[in-house]
T-cell receptor, first 114, second 114 residues
Framework: SAVISQKPSRDICQRGTSLTIQCQVDSQVTMMFWYRQQPGQSLTLIATANQGSEATYESGFVIDKFPISRPNLTFSTLTVSNMSPEDSSIYLC???????????FGSGTRLTVV | AQSVTQLGSHVSVSEGALVLLRCNYSSSVPPYLFWYVQYPNQGLQLLLKYTSAATLVKGINGFEAEFKKSETSFHLTKPSAHMSDAAEYFCAVATPGGYNKLIFGAGTRLAVHP
């Protein structure tokens, strides 16, 4: 299975600022997925990132707030823009390495907005 | 649209007792199903997966799950709970065919008492 390096692992940010989270995979993957896990909650998919095209966002998430880059088949970034305390969550990237092989997750970025 | 329902947000068992965590899914096509575990302040770890092979799936740490199409269920079991099993467990569903998003249930927090 793929190994994902995600950074930063945690950060404390001031409201109104932006944070970019990086996700590096040790193999080429077609799709990368970004999730948010709010405190005490389950994982909610933010968007799906395909190399060479714009990300596809889920209902309730918009590109202006969560811009995503996917410059190649092993890397993606998620930016949380104009942050507010409500954005305090764990953000995780994920990939599926081949159909049916399961989904691997990064270790997550624990974001606190103050 | 696919969805997952986990019955019971909190389950408490005694050490050595049977663990049963319930998951029901909704899908218009035969799904792929997964169970993940999240230990406190850690990332997600895949416990097991069903991808249309054997309906009884064995995973890590002594867990197993049975896919029952007639009941649209994929319950997770372990014959004898260990203190180290205390964690949050997530059931998730995906559409077969590769590179499709994973949809999570709300999660079940398992507590194990001595």
């Amino acid at each position: 299975s793929a190994v994902i390096s995600q950074k930063p692992s945690r950060d404390i940010c001031q409201r109104g600022t932006s944070l970019t989270i990086q996700c590096q995979v040790d193999s080429q993957v077609t799709m990368m997925f970004w999730y948010r896990q709010q405190p005490g909650q389950s994982l909610t998919l933010i968007a799906t990132a395909n190399q060479g095209s714009e990300a596809t966002y889920e209902s309730g998430f918009v590109i202006d707030k969560f811009p995503i880059s996917r410059p190649n088949l092993t890397f993606s970034t998620l930016t949380v823009s104009n942050m507010s305390p409500e954005d305090s969550s764990i953000y995780l990237c994920s990939v599926e390495v081949g159909a049916g092989y399961g989904y691997t997750f990064g270790s997550g970025t624990r974001l606190t907005v103050v | 649209a696919q969805s997952v329902t986990q019955l019971g947000s909190h389950v408490s068992v005694s050490e050595g007792a049977l663990v049963l965590l319930r998951c029901n899914y909704s899908s218009s096509v035969p799904p792929y199903l997964f169970w993940y575990v999240q230990y406190p302040n850690q990332g997600l770890q895949l416990l097991l997966k069903y991808t249309s092979a054997a309906t009884l799936v064995k995973g890590i740490n002594g867990f197993e799950a049975e896919f029952k199409k007639s009941e649209t269920s994929f319950h997770l079991t372990k014959p004898s709970a260990h203190m180290s099993d205390a964690a949050e467990y997530f059931c998730a569903v995906a559409t077969p065919g590769g590179y499709n998003k994973l949809i999570f249930g709300a999660g079940t927090r398992l507590a194990v008492h001595p």
